[in-house]
C-alpha cells in the first residue's frame, strides 16, 4: 500500500483507476502467466471467461505484446502532478538540456551475478553512445546535444564516460548524470526529454518502461544484442521479439568496437562471443 500511495503523489490518475476489493466474493481461479519474466503467455483462457471475479495466477507480465496496444491510455493515466515536475525541473533545468537528447541507462548491482553475463558492459555504453551521437544527433541542424546519463552504479558510469566532462558541456554535447533522482521521476524525465534511448542492459525491466514511455512514446529506442539472446540457459525467460518492441533498433558490437544496426531475427544464438567486444567488467 505504501507503494501505491507513493505512486498517487506522481501519477494519481493512474491509481484512481484501481478498484480495491478487501474480500472477494466468489472468484475463478486462472493461472495467466507462465512463461518466464519476458515472455508472453496466451490470454485466449482468460478471455473465453464471463465471471465478474477472476484471480489471476501470474508474475511479471513484462513482454510488450500484453501492454503496447495500451500505451496511449497509459500515457494519458500518468500525467505528472504539479509536485512531480517540479521535482524533474530541479533535477534537469530545461535551460541545462541543449537540442536533441540521447538517453542511456544502465544497470549493473544485481546483474552482474546473474547465470548470464546480463549487467551493461563498459566498452558497449560508451561506443554505442559515441555511435547514436555520430548517426542521429550531431550530424543534425541543431549546433549541440544532450546526453542523460542514468545508472544504479554511478562511479562504474562516471568511470565508463571518464573520457568526457560531465556537468559540464564538452563540444558539441552536454553530459549530464541523473544523481538523486527517484524511479518514478526518471520516467517522467524519460518522457519528456528523451528523445533518443540506449538500453545497454537489455534484461532491464525499468529501462524498457523508459523506453515504453520516452518521449510520449516517440523515441527512437536501441538495445545491446550481446546480451539479448534468443537461445541457451535464458530462453524460458527471455525472447527479445516478445519483450522488446518490434520497432525498437538491436545494436551488435564488434571486436573492433564499431557498432552495427541489426534486426531482432539477427540476434545470434547466446553465448557466441567470437567478434563481440565482451569487457569482462
Known sequence: MTRLLDIKEYFPELIDRLKFVIKLPKAKSINLHTNGCCRFSSLNELMKLDDQYVIGNGMYFQSHLYSSHLRDLFLEWT???????????????????????????????????????????????RYATKFILEKYLLNQSSNQSTVILFSNDLRWMNKTF????????????NYLMATNVTPLSTIIISRQYCDNLIITAPASTFAWFM??????????????????????????????????????????????????????????PYPKKNGIAFDGD
Open 211 to 268: 523506453g515504453f514511455m520516452a518521449k510520449e512514446g516517440k523515441a527512437r529506442v536501441f538495445y545491446s544484442e550481446p546480451f539479448a539472446k534468443s537461445s541457451g540457459n535464458l530462453v524460458p525467460d527471455f525472447r527479445p521479439s516478445e519483450f522488446h518492441l518490434p520497432h525498437w533498433i538491436p545494436l551488435r558490437i564488434h571486436s573492433n568496437l564499431t557498432l552495427q544496426e541489426i534486426s531482432v531475427n539477427e540476434i545470434e
Open 79 to 125: 500525467k505528472p502532478t504539479t509536485m512531480a515536475m517540479d521535482e524533474k525541473k530541479k533535477s534537469f533545468p530545461p535551460e541545462k538540456i541543449k537540442g536533441k537528447v540521447l538517453c542511456v541507462h544502465a544497470r549493473r548491482g544485481d546483474f552482474r551475478y546473474a547465470r548470464r553475463p546480463m549487467a551493461s558492459q563498459a566498452n558497449f555504453t
Open 162 to 173: 571518464s573520457d568526457v566532462f560531465i556537468g559540464a558541456e564538452s563540444g558539441d554535447v
